[in-house]
């Protein structure tokens, strides 16, 4: 059965777009450390770990399949698939970058220290290789490039407009000194903010970044949901608007990053998407 992202792969012959291999390897280590941190986390400290639990079982239930079905794409020459493949490593790393920097450390410190270096490495193996002026002719000018940009713009604003009311009662009852607090702001929301301005403008890395961003913002509202039920199943009051909140994030995002994807014209076998 062909992905719905892109119907003709069956057509087509495997391994067209080169210089995949490096990144391929590394995401399957990336995958086997992913096993090892649910895991082995579950067995460390069952308790108090509603946080990581559950952001584990976002990676492990829809981070892993998508991460082996993304480069199985990529290499069948789909550019969807390449988008999707770089938007999970980049999941994967951020979503590991709080345990390495937030949280209390423990035996797995280096499995997580792990997940984030080859994550970001295949990443940006990925991206050093992109022509991201061919990523742009493969969606046309039918690409709803107003519309993701625009959301991902207003995501951006909207986000930065609570950290900062959030920041300014923090600083107000005493010092902000915890690294992991910046870490959305300055990567995510900048990053979302960015990439939105240059696809609403139509730019060539507008496209890429969209591609890539779109499916980690989507499972960054998943994972929040998944972190409050676990937190419920602790014992841990939440207001249950907030799960919600980031449930109809994920949807609606979700549901973008398809059209998007959707709208490319053009396979990367017929173009150079991939400079090597």
Do not use: C
Not at 151 to 176: E, K, N, R, Y
């Amino acid at each position: 059965m062909n992905f719905p992202l892109d119907a003709g792969l069956a057509a087509r012959p495997v391994s067209q777009l080169k210089g995949l291999e490096l990144p391929a390897a590394l995401s399957a280590s990336v995958s086997l450390l992913l096993l090892v941190s649910f895991v082995a986390g579950l067995r460390l400290d069952p308790s108090r770990l509603y946080g990581p639990v559950g952001q584990d079982a976002i990676n492990l239930i829809v981070g892993l399949p998508l991460l082996a079905y993304s480069i199985r794409l990529a290499r069948r020459s789909s550019l969807a698939g390449l988008l999707l493949w770089m938007g999970t490593l980049l999941h994967l790393a951020y979503s590991h970058a709080f345990y390495v920097l937030g949280t209390r450390a423990t035996a797995l410190l280096p499995v997580h220290a792990a997940v984030v270096a080859i994550s970001m490495y295949a990443l940006i193996d990925l991206l050093f290789e992109v022509d991201a002026d061919a990523v742009k002719e493969a969606f046309g000018p039918r690409a709803p490039s107003r519309l993701v940009g625009g959301f991902l713009a207003a995501t951006a604003l909207m986000h930065l407009s609570w950290w900062s009311a959030d920041l300014a009662s923090a600083i107000t009852a005493g010092p902000v000194s915890r690294l992991v607090e910046v870490l959305e702001p300055v990567l995510v929301m900048v990053a979302l903010l960015g990439s939105g301005v240059l696809l609403w403008r139509r730019r060539p890395w507008g496209f890429v970044l969209a591609g890539l961003l779109l499916p980690k913002a989507a499972l960054l509202g998943f994972t929040r949901v998944a972190t409050a039920a676990m937190a419920a199943l602790d014992g841990v009051a939440i207001n249950p608007i907030q799960p919600l909140a980031f449930l109809l994030f994920g949807t609606v995002t979700l549901g973008l990053t398809a059209r998007y994807l959707r709208s490319i014209e053009r396979p990367a076998a017929s173009l150079p998407a991939l400079r090597s």
